[in-house]
């Protein structure tokens, strides 16, 4: 019997280990036109999570959720400092919005918790925090690229954005390209974030006549207001090409977008269209989760690739989290099978590595889908963070 008693206290201590919560404090957008972020981002994660927590060995994962309402850092910073002071969690995850995020970061560095960004796209976020680790994409990702392609066929650029650092990255990523490639860009505006009247905007570029537009705004409601007031004021009867990074024509939002997003162009980084196996089981498993009309976008794919890595970390340390370990195993985590392709983190940036893909709006099965033509780049690092290296 004496035996048996240190192999129970054992025993037991091992499975007191082993039922042990981590608690990840998420700070999204749920409500307001861009809800959308807060509402894939909440999905993919407890998707993911029901999928594969038996992998966890007995660690449970505790998401205490928090709405920002919208680009609102001074919000965003007390949410952050409740999840970290009174409620304890040991990961923060989620931030839709640059503004955020920044707001964010000192507060990560402070109490050394490491930010795991599933959206927030401005490159220099990133800078701000040693502790934070981008699952998402930066605008200079897609827009460079997007540039370098539009020159080849296009000889005339109207740029288009909203006024705020995604959108001036966005402006400047593009511009970069599409001159390199012997481009002129002949027009920019930067538009105000909320709740702008896109008419007046749109009627200066169609008086340009450029021979395409590039726009970036937040993705959502906001691309689908942009998209019809392009069909309304007959951009494209006069010959100018819409095109952008994916932000504008979201999977999730193209039926609301209905037939004049017919044709498109973008640059991204995701469709849920794409053909690769491991995206249509991903696909496959959200609708079988959410229903058959909903369909995961970017910000999805993002915190489905976010969870995939928490896990990593959370078996690694059996659920004992530490903050410098965490951002180590951030740093050399990769996936050659995402759902969006190979991707893996830049231990030097601790950003995104990821293909960049050419897509266009076609009609597939009575559906608006983003259909993959080619890959126009492959393993893209933040091409701001690579230009500031050669200065």
């Known amino acids: 019997m004496k035996r048996l008693i240190p192999c129970l206290v054992a025993s037991l201590l091992a499975t007191?280990?082993?039922?042990?919560?981590?608690?990840?404090?998420?700070?999204?957008?749920?409500?307001g036109p861009q809800a959308v972020f807060g509402e894939m981002t909440d999905r993919a994660f407890k998707l993911y999570?029901?999928?594969?927590?038996?992998?966890?060995g007995g660690v449970k994962l505790e998401f205490l959720s928090r709405d920002d309402g919208g680009p609102n850092p001074d919000k965003a910073r007390q949410l952050a400092q409740e999840l970290v002071v009174r409620d304890r969690v040991q990961l923060l995850a989620g931030v839709a919005f640059t503004p955020n995020a920044m707001a964010i970061a000192p507060v990560a560095t402070e109490a050394k918790i490491p930010l795991i960004l599933t959206n927030a796209g401005t490159s220099i976020v990133t800078t701000r925090s040693p502790y934070i680790a981008r699952f998402s994409f930066t605008i200079w990702q897609s827009c460079v690229p997007l540039g370098e392609w539009a020159a080849k066929r296009f000889k005339r650029a109207y740029t288009l954005v909203s006024d705020y650092a995604p959108g001036h990255d966005a402006e400047t990523a593009f511009g970069q390209g599409f001159k390199a490639g012997g481009g002129e860009i002949v027009g920019a505006v930067r538009m105000p974030l909320q709740n702008p009247d896109f008419a007046p905007y749109l009627q200066r570029v169609k008086d340009a006549k450029p021979d395409a537009l590039m726009v970036f705004i937040p993705a959502g409601k906001t691309a689908t207001s942009v998209m019809k007031t392009f069909s309304d004021l007959g951009l494209a009867a006069a010959g100018i090409k819409l095109i952008g990074p994916g932000d504008i024509t979201t999977d999730e939002e193209l039926p609301n977008m209905g037939d004049v997003a017919l044709g498109v162009l973008t640059v991204h980084h995701y469709s849920a269209a794409a053909t690769r196996p491991?995206?249509?089981?991903?696909v496959g498993a959200w609708k079988k989760e959410y229903g058959a009309a909903s369909t995961p976008n970017f910000a999805a794919a993002a915190a489905w690739d976010a969870m995939d890595a928490i896990f990593q970390v959370v078996k690694a340390q059996k659920g004992a989290i530490d903050s410098e370990r965490t951002m180590e195993l951030l740093k050399a985590y990769r996936?050659?099978?995402?759902?969006?392709?190979?991707?893996a983190i830049d231990p030097e940036t601790r950003d995104i590595v990821q293909n960049e893909y050419l897509r266009e709006v076609r009609r597939v099965d009575g559906q608006l889908a983003n259909v993959e033509i080619e890959t126009v780049a492959t393993a893209v690092k933040d091409g701001w963070k690579e230009l500031q290296k050669k200065k």
């Open 278 to 282: 491991q995206n249509k089981a991903f």
């Open 49 to 56: 999570y029901k999928l594969h927590e038996k992998e966890l």
């Open 16 to 31: 007191a280990a082993a039922a042990q919560t981590v608690k990840i404090g998420v700070i999204n957008t749920f409500t």
């Open 335 to 343: 996936n050659p099978d995402s759902p969006r392709g190979p991707i």
